[in-house]
Each structure stands twice: as C-alpha cells, then as structure tokens.
C-alpha cells in the first residue's frame, strides 16, 4: 500500500515569497491533516480535513496560509506570504477514522522542508 | 491549551543498554501514542494506548498509559544502532486534538 505522497521534498524562498505544498493521502483515508514542525519541536497541528471539509483550523494563521482540498482526496498548503518564522518542516498525515475516534492512527507523509531566507 | 512535557531531551546510551522516556501533561488525556522520526522522515507510530493503566509491548519497546491519565512512559530494551532517532509521545484529550511533546533525541554508541 503506497504511503502519504508529498512533494516537494524541499523548498527555499525569500521571505515575502509565495509557496504551495502538495499531499495525496493514503487511497481510502477520508481525514487528512497538515501539521507544522519547527527544528527541535514536536508537530504541530495547523488543520484538519474530513473529505473536502474543514474539521480545524483554530492554530491556522488564517492571514497567510491556507488550505483547500478538493474533491476530498488531495490537498495543497498555501502561504502568502512567507515570513522568516515559517522555515519549518510541513507535514501531511491521513485517517481512515475521524479524528473523534478513539483508536485513530494517523499516517505521516515524508514532509516539506521549507526554508524562508 | 494542552501541553506535554517529554524527557530527557536527548539520551546519549552505549548499544545494549536500555532507555526510558517519559511524558507529563499539564490534563488529562483519552489517549496516548508514541512515534519515532528518523531525518528526512515523518514520524511512524510505535505504539498505542488507550486505557489508563495499559502496558503494551511492541517487541524491545514496552509503553505505559499512566493511572492519573497525565502521563506515559516508553522503554526501549537491549538498545540497538538501528534505534536511533527522535522519538516523540503524543496524547489526545477532551479537545481530541493530538498534541505533541518535544521529543527525545536518542543517540547510540557501537
């Protein structure tokens, strides 16, 4: 069964810079999630997708970034624009379960190393 | 919102030795889970726990789910090179978001 698919693998930019992520969760998994992991930190979640609908999003900055995921299978992370704060590893995870459930496990993609200079 | 406080932050161990990590957390959570992330990876699941008092093994790795629902700990037994990496605890709570903790950075000597 193939895994979380992201791309790109790495990405620089310059702050003020626009930047897109790309997921394609596991075939099947109805919840997708993206999370954001600074150097030296556990991730962090940045929102939460059940099919093509917003579950949460409270620890989004909704000013900069933004996420869709149409259709309910793959989604793209947006941030516009980059401040130097964003370098980071962004992380997409997929379900079958929703996350309400109790025996939930998440499947993690490789991640996007961003690096905003 | 909910916290978790995992140590030590890194563990440097000769190969054969065993390890212990624990998390503490600032509530009370339903579930708690432990992963390992290699670099360039995402993290991969070890081991999951869903009932305070659980013991769970999972062949070396041995995982525990705290009575007071505020803490976990993992050991690792008869260390090997190929465990090194960062291991992280995450747990869920009444907000059922996974939170994480900080990680442990476990280093190991042939």
């Known amino acids: 069964e193939a895994g979380v698919a992201q791309s790109p693998r790495y990405k620089i930019i310059e702050k003020r810079q626009s930047v897109a992520f790309w997921c394609n969760p596991i075939s099947g998994h109805a919840t997708l999630y993206w999370y954001q992991q600074i150097l030296g930190q556990g991730p962090k979640l940045l929102i939460q997708?059940?099919?093509?609908?917003?579950?949460?999003d409270s620890q989004l900055p909704k000013d900069r970034f933004s996420a869709e995921r149409l259709k309910g299978v793959d989604s793209t992370l947006k941030i516009q624009p980059a401040k130097l704060e964003d370098s980071a590893v962004y992380l997409c995870a997929s379900s079958t379960l929703p996350g309400l459930a109790v025996q939930e496990t998440q499947y993690f993609g490789p991640g996007t190393r961003l690096l905003v200079l | 919102g909910q916290q978790l406080n995992q140590s030590p932050q890194s563990m440097f161990i000769q190969e054969g030795e065993d390890v212990s990590m624990n998390c503490t957390s600032s509530s009370i959570f339903n579930t708690w889970l432990w992963y390992e992330q290699d670099p360039g990876e995402g993290p991969v699941l070890l081991i999951a726990?869903?009932?305070?008092?659980e013991l769970t093994s999972n062949g070396r790795l041995t995982a525990q789910f705290g009575i007071t629902r505020k803490d976990s700990f993992l050991n690792i037994s008869a260390s090997i090179p190929s465990d090194v990496g960062i291991y992280f605890c995450?747990?869920?709570?009444?907000?059922?978001?996974?939170?994480f903790g900080q990680g442990t950075r476990l280093t190991i000597n042939p």
């Open positions: 995450a747990g869920r709570g009444r907000a059922q978001k996974l939170v």
């Open positions: 726990l869903y009932k305070a008092g």
């Open positions: 997708f059940q099919n093509n609908g917003v579950v949460d």
